[in-house]
Structure formats: C-alpha cells, structure tokens
C-alpha cells in the first residue's frame, strides 16, 4: 500500500501564499501520477491540480490555474502545491492522491489518497 501524508496547511491571510507538500512512500514514486483535491465543508470534493511522472506535465482547475503551481521532486518522493494570491473560497481540506498508473487528470481513479491538511484563509 502506498502512504501518503499531507503537511503545510494553515491559517493565511487572503492574499497570502501558502506551499503544502505530500510525502508518499514506496521506491516506485516516479511512476507515479500525483494529484491534488480539495474539499469545504458543505460542498462536493473537487479536482485542483494534477501532475504527470516526470513533472512536465501539470494540469489545473479553471479557478486555480492562475494562482496554484504544482510541482514534485521524484528524489525526496514529495509532490508540492504552491498556492498564491489565496482567497477566502480556497478554505478548504487539501487532499493528495496518487496513481498507480502515471494518470493525473480530473477524471482519473485514483488509488490512494492522503488524510488531508487544513487550509484556512481569514479576511
């Protein structure tokens, strides 16, 4: 089983930035596809970004794709999420997942998830 273990979440101010990070086990990281989601309390869970193997690839939500970066370094097994400019909206759970596969997209099953990290962004 692959473990996956959210950190970095907090309390921010709107505007401000934030990095959460994702450490996952196993010795075949790199094969792995890497997304993150998120979930408000009250509301549906929602795709954020996704990352291909080799880290080239990215893709993004419509409402975040100006404003979140995500990123991996196969060496520490760790995928990243760089969040900026962040509104109150972002409030939220942040999870991380991870194909076995290498699929990374919106749509894709994804096999393991982490437990999540909090998000809070005050006015």
């Known amino acids: 089983q692959v473990q996956l273990v959210e950190s970095g979440g907090g309390l921010v101010q709107s505007g401000g930035s934030l990095r959460l990070s994702c450490a996952a086990s196993?010795?075949?990281?790199?094969?792995?596809?890497m997304a993150w989601f998120r979930q408000a309390p009250g509301k549906a869970r929602e795709f954020v970004a996704g990352?291909?193997?080799?880290?080239?690839?990215?893709v993004y939500a419509n409402s975040m794709k100006d404003r979140f970066t995500i990123s991996r370094d196969n060496a520490k097994n760790t995928v990243y999420l760089q969040m900026n400019s962040l509104k109150l909206e972002d409030t939220a759970v942040y999870y991380c997942?991870?194909?076995?596969?290498?699929?990374?997209?919106?749509?894709?099953?994804?096999?393991?998830w982490g437990q999540g990290t909090q998000v809070t962004v005050s006015s």
């Open positions: 196993g010795r075949t990281f790199s094969s792995y596809g």
């Open positions: 990352i291909s193997r080799s880290g080239i690839s990215p």
């Open positions: 997942a991870a194909d076995t596969s290498g699929n990374y997209g919106s749509f894709t099953h994804y096999d393991y």
